[in-house]
């Protein structure tokens, strides 16, 4: 008898994050996004976890989705035969609504698993739908992924639900749905709610992890570690910031405007760039000297793809693996328990290229040797 295997996809999930606007919620975000030249990833996110289940599980499973670009494109392009749930007469705009109709859906049909693509609002979506009925797991697409129910990366996903299907991984556990108010994160504010929690298989390999943020009394650490890298700034080089408080301390001490939660860019000391997009990067530092400094996400771990999809992996070709500058406290250090810092562009070459061991700024005159690696984990 086969398994069955629920399929979710959001496909305007982390359209927002490349062009700057730090989420797709709402219409007008989304037009706003369709305009500055975003591009739909979600269901390409969702085949590469679909291609792993495929190759692991081949025809043990049974995939239950919705039309189009709701599931039925990236399953049928990773090799299945999808049974349709529910038809949504041609229509291809999808709503929140439709992602809670899905939900509830596939779960009356008895699935072993449902698979979810999208960010915190489709996490959000989904446990509306079903709360702790359903054993879930995401797969990371959004522009803002706090919750916990996240697989590491489409790959990691893949191999999860794999190994959860075939019982090499029986633990299940409840884990935290996140969210932030969108509008608030674009004036740098930020407000994480706790909507409830979602049960998803556990593997410590595949699952990084809720984001843990930096508390109070790392100040002085950030601050150290800003003055360290400050000392060390080229004249004529431009140096992309990442988001972040930790990153943000630069700003700070330089008296310079910026954005917490956006990418911002400097050069000799002024500010050169604020709340950057993908295109204003590459315009800024097309046959420039550049680099880039990021602060790991903590508790996950995260340098590049989470909350940063404006350094895409198109910046990081052009301004090389050996132009990026990571700063991290040692409370972030702390948080990561020992696993490496990640790296899941949505570009698996690019991720393997730039996985290694980088020199991390830690506090003044202070650094750590830190390894860096794909988010898919490639211990598997």
């Given amino acids: 008898m086969k398994m069955k295997v629920g399929l979710i996809v959001n496909p305007i999930a982390g ?27 979600a269901e390409d996110r969702a085949y590469e976890a679909m291609k792993i289940l495929r190759n692991l599980l081949n025809d043990s499973i049974e995939i239950y989705t919705y039309p189009s670009r709701m599931g039925e494109n990236s399953a049928r392009r990773a090799g299945f035969f999808p049974k349709i749930v529910r038809d949504l007469g041609g229509r ?30 489709t996490a959000r979506d989904v446990y509306r739908a079903i709360a702790e009925k359903q054993v879930v797991l995401g797969i990371p697409t959004g522009v803002k992924v706090y919750s916990s129910v996240f697989a590491a990366s489409p790959r990691a996903a893949g191999e999860l639900a794999a190994r959860f299907l075939k019982r090499q991984v029986t633990e299940v556990v409840e884990a935290e749905v996140l969210d932030i108010n969108e509008e608030a994160f674009r004036e740098g504010i930020l407000s994480v709610r ?15 992890g809720g984001k843990i943020p930096s508390g109070h009394s790392e100040k002085y650490t950030k601050e150290a ?42 050069q000799g000391g002024k500010l050169v760039g604020k709340d950057l997009n993908e ?41 090389g693996k050996e132009n990026i500058i990571i700063i991290a406290t040692p409370g972030k250090i702390e948080s990561l328990r ?43």
Avoid: H
């Fill in 279 to 319: 295109r204003q990067i590459i315009n800024l530092i097309s046959s420039r000297k550049a680099k880039v400094i990021v602060s790991p996400i903590g508790g996950q771990g995260y340098i590049f793809g989470r909350g940063n999809q404006q350094i895409s992996p198109r910046v990081l070709r052009m301004i």
């Fill in 338 to 380: 020992g696993k490496p810092m990640l790296i899941d562009t949505g570009d698996e070459e690019l991720d393997k290229e730039l996985s290694s061991y980088y020199k991390a700024i830690l506090g003044y005159r202070e650094y750590i040797m830190y390894k860096v690696i794909p988010g898919y984990r490639e211990q598997y």
């Fill in 194 to 208: 706790l909507y409830g929690y979602l049960k998803i298989p556990y593997d410590s390999l595949c699952i990084p």
């Fill in 15 to 41: 359209m927002g994050g490349r062009v700057g606007l730090k989420g797709t919620d709402g219409p007008e975000i989304l037009k706003r996004a369709i305009e500055l030249g975003a591009k739909p990833w």
């Fill in 92 to 121: 291809e705009g999808t709503t929140a609504k439709d992602t809670v109709r899905a939900a509830r859906d596939i779960r009356e049909l008895g699935v072993d698993l449902l698979l979810f693509t999208g960010g915190d609002g």
């Fill in 225 to 266: 570690a800003a003055a360290e890298f400050i000392d060390n700034m080229e004249e004529d080089c431009i140096y992309i910031i990442g988001p972040g408080t930790t990153t943000k301390e630069i700003m700070k001490k330089l008296e310079l405007n910026y954005t917490l939660l956006g990418v911002d860019a400097i």
